[in-house]
């Protein structure tokens, strides 16, 4: 079955770019009716949705963070990545991706084992 | 953005109980409404979608109900492994929400 594996540095220092990989295996990421997602939470508090991208290369993006982020696809490699941009020390979160089925209702089915992110100097 | 307010924010309960968690819309959201479990260290994981429809795997004693603002998650009789916090999430809008979140305890 589908599984998703994301990766990226660990630590990043504040004003830089966060850079993170989810990689798809199981399944093609440009089959089917799915969008490909990004979540994050910080450590003991709720989860904050990101943006996703369509298979089709449309995006949306949480308004919060819209000027900061930046999702694309590569479907050589079946992967997505997410970018975002000016990081302080709120951005220090556990960074899930996610795949969500589109064909009818909207829901994550699939998720990442999630990867640590600390914004630090 | 449509708001998404669970309760309670925590419940302590014993092996056996029925127990049922709340999730109020600010705005109707008709029947997209989800729910995840979440373990600590752990990925959220799906249990049910479209308000009403358990996922796959997902043990029977878990079910949902409700349309348009207000929704239940309901677990029929707890097990060990129940105890864990659980999430709505709203996908009626491009800009997906989740609630805060209901952190199940053992009693």
């Known amino acids: 079955q589908v599984q998703l594996q994301e990766s990226g540095p660990g630590l990043v220092k504040p004003s830089q770019t966060l850079s993170l990989t989810c990689t798809v295996s199981?399944?093609?990421?440009?089959?089917?009716?799915?969008?490909w997602s990004w979540i994050r939470q910080p450590a003991g508090k709720g989860l904050e949705w990101i943006g996703r991208?369509?298979?089709?290369?449309?995006?949306n993006y949480n308004p919060s963070l819209k000027s900061r982020v930046t999702i694309s696809v590569d479907t050589s490699k079946n992967q997505f990545s997410l970018k975002l941009s000016s990081v302080t020390a709120a951005d220090t979160a556990v960074y899930y991706c996610a795949r969500e089925e589109a064909a009818g209702y909207y829901y994550m089915d699939v998720w990442g084992k999630g990867t640590t992110v600390t914004v630090s100097s | 953005d449509i708001q998404m307010t669970q309760s309670p924010s925590s419940l302590s309960a014993s092996v056996g109980d029925r127990v049922t968690i709340t999730c109020r819309a600010s705005q109707s959201i008709s029947s997209y409404l989800n729910w995840y479990q979440q373990k600590p260290g752990k990925a959220p994981k799906l249990l049910i979608y479209a308000a009403s429809s358990l996922q796959s795997g997902v043990p029977s004693r878990f079910s949902g109900s409700g349309s348009g603002t207000d929704f239940t998650l309901t677990i029929s009789s707890l097990q060990p492994e129940d105890f864990a916090t659980y999430y709505c999430?709203?996908?009626?809008?491009?800009?997906?929400?989740f609630g805060q979140g209901t952190r199940l305890e053992i009693k």
């Open positions: 999430q709203q996908s009626y809008s491009t800009l997906l929400t």
């Open positions: 199981g399944g093609s990421i440009s089959s089917g009716s799915y969008y």
């Open positions: 991208i369509y298979t089709s290369g449309s995006t």
